[in-house]
């Protein structure tokens, strides 16, 4: 079974920038598509980012052009550069691993804190 254990969190002022790394403890391309969500105090998880195994990659609308998913075949991980940080971007954020009609994998939540 596949792990998957989110890092690079933390608190960061407003226009700052944070990496989040996502390392599976098997072969990323295990997974039809990898994605981050958040999930903010009282909300719901959202929507933020994926990559399909082909590469192909989207973001939500609400970080575009700030937030980039990638990813380093070799160490099975998948990262999320966030850029222009902003308040609103608090939340914790979970790495997903997608299979088509089985359950999703989630890692554990890294938290990323935003100050004005």
């Known amino acids: 079974q596949v792990q998957l254990v989110e890092s690079g969190g933390g608190l960061v002022q407003a226009g700052g920038s944070l990496r989040l790394s996502c390392a599976a403890s098997?072969?990323?391309?295990?997974?039809?598509?990898m994605r981050w969500y958040r999930q903010a105090p009282g909300k719901q998880r959202d929507f933020v980012a994926t990559?399909?195994?082909?590469?192909?990659?989207n973001v939500a609308d609400s970080v575009k052009g700030r937030f980039t998913i990638s990813r380093d075949n070799a160490k099975n991980t998948v990262y999320l550069q966030m850029n222009n940080l902003k308040p609103e971007d608090t939340a914790v954020y979970y790495c997903?691993?997608?299979?088509?009609?089985?359950?999703?994998?989630w890692g554990q939540g890294t938290q990323v804190t935003v100050s004005s």
């Open positions: 990559m399909h195994s082909s590469g192909s990659t």
């Open positions: 997903n691993g997608w299979r088509i009609g089985l359950a999703d994998y």
């Open positions: 098997g072969s990323i391309f295990s997974f039809n598509a």
